[in-house]
């Protein structure tokens, strides 16, 4: 990474500190997650940045992959994850945090547990530290809140417009004794009370391109170019789409969906039912140093 880079990941990480912030002093029990998302995406907007990924808001056994649909009513209520991603020419901040907004000792707990696995993680990455040291560190910080890690969710490396670029950080002592190299890292611990497991559950409406192709009508073309101009391989969400195009929009991202161009995500759904609570940091791993951008 060149000095340019550093400074727009580091400033990607500003605008992300300053929109959970501002996120916590708008978030309130029953406030519609629509309004919520709509509000931080356009404080990332007025800051500078652009989004990186829709807001996801993820309440109790969703873990991840809620975003408001164009029309949604869903309201703000128990756990409430809040995953903010801001972006400078591609290169990404990613960061997370959890609510209780019921006044409920167990999600007290859980957002807790959550916290200090990514604190330990923070503490245990570092120069030629494993996976297994930084997934470890984050299990037992977890376990002594008598809760889980999810162990099929983990932190991941980034890059240029590639939110997901390759290795994974696990959550849990993977036995992997293979150095972290230089990077960018999305620390991300998820604490629940179920089985520490997720599966796929509805579609989220949070779509990535994945790979290079062609639809036949025309206005499925002019919505696939908009989406290759204005998120090139970052997530987007058909809410976005809606509010460019219509809700003719919806199905034209079908059609592109048909054809294998773009992969649409799942919400993760925690197995047993369990609450779940998230916290993240994104880290930036130089040969002479360690930099927390969203802290």
């Not at 873990?63 to 209520?77: F, R």
Request: glycine fraction near 8%.
């Amino acid at each position: 990474m060149n000095s340019e880079e550093i400074e727009n990941l580091k400033k990607a990480g500003h605008i992300a500190k300053q929109c959970v912030e501002y996120a916590k002093t708008i978030i309130k029990k029953d406030t519609p997650l629509l309004e919520i998302a709509e509000k931080i995406e356009s404080h990332i907007i007025k800051l500078g940045g652009k989004p990186a990924f829709p807001v996801n808001l993820s309440i109790n056994e969703i873990a991840a992959h809620y975003t408001p649909s164009w029309d949604d009513k869903t309201l703000a209520s128990g756990l409430l994850k809040i995953d903010i991603g801001v972006q400078i020419e591609g290169f990404v901040a990613d960061t997370a945090f959890s609510l209780d907004l019921e006044n409920n000792e167990e999600n007290k707990n859980l957002i807790k547990a959550a916290e200090s696995g990514l604190h330990a993680a923070l503490k245990a990455i570092k120069h030629e530290a494993t996976l297994s040291e930084i997934g470890k560190a984050i299990e037992h910080a977890i376990a002594e809140h008598k809760v889980t890690p999810i162990h099929n969710l983990s932190g991941h490396a980034i890059s240029q417009y590639d939110l997901h670029a390759g290795l994974t950080i696990p959550n849990y002592d993977t036995k992997q004794n293979i150095e972290i190299p230089e990077g960018i890292y999305a620390i991300e611990p998820f604490a629940t009370s179920g089985l520490g497991m997720v599966r796929d559950g509805k579609p989220s409406g949070i779509y990535h391109k994945i790979k290079e192709g062609n639809v036949r009508d025309s206005f499925s073309r002019e919505v696939l170019q908009f989406i290759e101009e204005e998120y090139e391989t970052l997530p987007f969400c058909a809410r976005w789409i809606v509010k460019k195009f219509g809700t003719r929009g919806l199905l034209a991202l079908k059609r592109i969906e048909d054809s294998s161009i773009l992969h649409h995500y799942p919400q993760l759904i925690e197995k047993g039912n369990g609450k779940v609570a998230q916290a993240e940091h994104t880290v930036i791993l130089t040969g002479k140093e360690i930099i927390i951008t969203t802290n």
